[in-house]
T-cell receptor, first 113, second 113 residues
Framework: DAKTTQPTSMDCAEGRAANLPCNHS???????VYWYRQIHSQGPQYIIH???NNETNEMASLIITEDRKSSTLILPHATLRDTAVYYC??????????????FGGGTRLMVKP | KAGVTQTPRYLIKTRGQQVTLSCSPI?????VSWYQQTPGQGLQFLFE???????NKGNFPGRFSGRQFSNSRSEMNVSTLELGDSALYLC????????????FGPGTRLTVL
């Protein structure tokens, strides 16, 4: 799976949008971009994923650039409970690749009052 | 629908002992993956089971093993525990192998003394 690069940490004011960037410049055509978050000592929580089109669900929006080399996760109105480590993962849908997620260091998002 | 459950949630063992951790996937999910999370190494893939067969294995010693039952429940075993095995062990389930989103359980916190 392609390697991802994320900032180590970010701050966001409560009520404002949190924009978390991810670089995946070596992504290939059959690889999806997945986002998970992990609140301290809990299991990672699935947020959203996409291939090439922008995606939105009740938790967040995912914006993928046209060349697919980077993406941004947007939390539209961040709350204190959104404080967590956010992981961007690129994952192949090749059946031979197995069901393995490769986690990097993620971005530690701190939402401040 | 109930999420992934893991038991026990906390466990304390001493060096040289062995331990068995249990994971019940989301109802209908047939793929179960295990991950180890430590402060130093982050989240690392251990192995994946699908239809009672190990399909993929990470770079861990043979002391780490697992199995999956016909009802898709899975167990992982660590023999001859070492201090470095202290970690959060996470289980994730998905509908099928490879092509579906993984959902994580809360984890089992293992402390080796």
């Amino acid at each position: 799976d392609a390697k991802t690069t994320q900032p180590t940490s970010m701050d966001c004011a409560e009520g404002r949008a949190a924009n978390l960037p991810c670089n995946h410049s070596t992504i290939s055509g059959n690889e999806y971009v997945y986002w998970y978050r992990q609140i301290h000592s809990q299991g990672p929580q699935y947020i959203i994923h996409g291939l090439k089109n922008n995606e939105t669900n009740e938790m967040a929006s995912l914006i993928i650039t046209e060349d697919r080399k980077s993406s941004t996760l947007i939390l539209p109105h961040a709350t204190l409970r959104d404080t967590a480590v956010y992981y961007c993962i690129v994952r192949s849908y090749n059946n031979n690749a197995g069901n393995m997620l490769t986690f990097g260091g993620g971005t530690r998002l701190m939402v401040k009052p | 629908k109930a999420g992934v459950t893991q038991t026990p949630r906390y466990l304390i063992k001493t060096r040289g002992q062995q331990v068995t951790l249990s994971c019940s996937p989301i109802s209908g999910h047939r793929s179960v993956s295990w991950y180890q999370q430590t402060p130093g190494q982050g989240l690392q893939f251990l192995f994946e089971y699908f239809s009672e067969t190990q399909r993929n294995k990470g770079n861990f010693p043979g002391r780490f093993s697992g199995r999956q039952f016909s009802n898709s429940r899975s167990e992982m075993n660590v023999s001859t525990l070492e201090l470095g095995d202290s970690a959060l062990y996470l289980c994730a389930s998905s509908l099928r192998q490879s092509t579906d989103t993984q959902y994580f359980g809360p984890g089992t916190r293992l402390t080796v003394l």
